[in-house]
């Protein structure tokens, strides 16, 4: 029978697309028909396999209070450029609040790695530790990745004046090893340790004076844009797994030190954690 309430025209359309979809839904039947039924029980455990075997990492070790891991942050887990910076007040911040996306997810998976095999606990070395905020930041990156959070950070010191007045870099990587050193100093329990970073502790150990650890030969220097490799985690496991004996002699002085003047790194890429007044990127 036909609805009272609609005209023959209208009616005739609609029987019309009903035997349109019927012929198109019988020809898509024919060509799966080979295919099984869709089990939405067995999809959604082949979705959750998949999901498990991208996600699954190695057991992390109890933690060893004995072996440390001084971790910088820029160039080191976060690549240099990712993040625009503009000083205020003598500091670089970064202009944008800093995203997850931001931080190098190999270089993650390789600091997880030296993790897992040498059981060494974080000391955030970074500027990154200056505020509530930016420590919150980086234990979260850390957290999200399955990565131990750091408890401990270093204390900020003041680079030396004649060291700053010579080059801002060489004063900035010797502020780093001494308060390294503090940090060593009050634990002395730590037998191994490594410095990750995207400075080169070279400059450092050319001016250490006594009380100041060397650095150099228990560092790992990134490449600021690459961060950590696997090349990098290898070595430094080794040098946690295998602490290698002090320098009996101090190292040569880097050529870049050599008297290079101070207007050659004006207007160099600013890190996210520089706070010097210079636009300095430190590699």
Known sequence: SRCLDCPAGVMGSQDGQRKRQRTEDDALGGLYAFLPPPDPAKDAAAKAQVEKSLFKRPKLPTEDPTRVIFLDVDGVLLPSGSVDTIVIDGVC??????????????ALGNLRSIVQQTGAMIVLSSEWRR???????????????????????????????????????????????????????????????????????????????????????????????????????AEAVRLILNPPPEPRHAPKKPPQLEEVPASEFAGLLCSTEDSMPDRIRLG
């Open 93 to 106: 911040l970064p202009m944008r609040a800093v995203r997850e996306s931001d931080f190098s997810i190999s």
């Open 131 to 233: 505020t509530n905020e930016l420590r919150s930041s980086i234990n979260a990156v850390l957290k999200s990745h399955d990565i131990p959070q750091f408890r401990e950070r270093t204390e900020v010191l003041s680079p030396k004046p004649v060291l700053q007045k010579h080059n801002g870099i060489l004063a900035w990587c010797e502020r780093r090893a001494r308060e390294i050193g503090l940090w060593l100093r009050a634990h002395p329990e730590v037998t191994a340790w490594v410095a990750l970073d995207d400075l080169d502790f070279a400059w450092a150990d050319s001016v250490r004076v006594a009380g100041t650890p060397w650095i150099k030969y228990r560092s790992v220097h990134t490449d600021d844009k690459k961060c950590i490799t696997e090349t990098d985690a």
